[in-house]
């Protein structure tokens, strides 16, 4: 029997066609006979009642029938065509499979490559921390392409805040942080070499070496200048993701202008003190120059609280110590005499106030009792005409007590005349020395 359809020889009882698949239930066991159309003889739009038909019926044998082809060949050829299309399927399928893998590989590969990855510098900085702004920093060199980078980063007290993709590149400080408590830091002479390098897994963050940290020196407050503070200043302005509000920065720029400014004042202070501690010296040694006396037989040391108030007259070996504005009679006198002359020690109006032995010499102290002549200016008119103005004895008096006693003192109480000799005996005849 024959496909319906396709023509294709089938067995009996097959009820679909292995070559077209269509179902061959009740075919004939003849092969199908193709109907030829009749064309019309009239022109197209003509009309003519059809002719009666007589059948006809041909006397002549049927031809005989082409040879039939064999069932088996012809399985076969479909059974290679199937495997042909199963393996082309197949093949098809498999090349795809690699090609997606393929191509998958190399994406994930190009993104792991190509993905940024966190960079951890530590920062070394005395007293920075995350309440301080973050460590600005520029940033060249070549990513794996080969592309020049040239960026501006931040670096936070932890370290963090970089990001990067494989490559080389260069770390370089801008400025110093700025901080909560004014502290302002030197900016490092050197850079940062770093190197990400192929070994990085996907997004893997690189840690560097404390060996090659970030390390910043404090500035002493008192060397810090305008220029640090501003670039700090600026640089924490312009970091976007620092965290830290306009507010905060004028504050933490302020406290290092007021560290600075201290500091200066202190030192300002410190100089001050220096400067007056240096004249006070200068000023000491100039009064101790004035008043120390020198001499080829002795020397000796006038008392501080004379100076400014006397001068000295010295002729040989005798040396006379005067007011500065009285002449006349000095309020002492030091001169050298035999070791064997008499030891005369004069009278209430003006004595010996002592010695010291040198040898075959001695060296004698003589005085002016400027108490007694307050005592007489004041009890005996008859000779107060030939003595200094009262003035003058007021001042004796005063430099020869070292201001103990005074005029009035004197003229109160006659016993206060006694004791002449005794500050002059105190002061300055133990700084006389022989030479």
Known sequence: MFCPNCG?????????????????????ASQPVASTPVADSKAAGSFEPAAESTPTISSAPEPASASKPDPKTHRRRNIIIAIAVALAVVAVGAGGALWWKTDSDAKAAFESSHSMHAVIIPVSAPGFDSADTRVPVQVTGTDLDGSAVDLQSYIG????????????????VEASPLTDDGTVYAVPATSIQITLGSDLESGQALQVDESAAIKMDVVPALDVTEAQI???????????????DAATLETYKQAAVSKRDDAIAQEQAVEAAAAAQAAAEQEAAARKAALHVETSAYSFDLPDYWYGKVRVSTSGTTTQVFMNDYAADPLFSVSVVPASYPNNAGDIGGGRIGAVDAGSQRIEMWQ??????AWEAKFNPTTSEHLPSQSIIEEGIDLSTGGAKTYADITKDTSSCMGSTDYYQAVVLPTIVAR
């Open 157 to 172: 007290a932890d370290g963090s805040g970089l990001e990067l993709q494989q490559g080389d590149y260069v770390i370089t």
């Open 230 to 244: 501003n670039a700090a200043a600026d640089y924490a302005g312009k970091d976007a993701e620092g965290g830290k």
């Open 368 to 373: 002016r009792n400027w108490l007694y002549l």
């Open 8 to 28: 294709c020889e089938i067995e009996e009882g097959t009820a679909f066609c292995p070559q077209c698949g269509q179902g061959v239930e009740g075919a004939s």
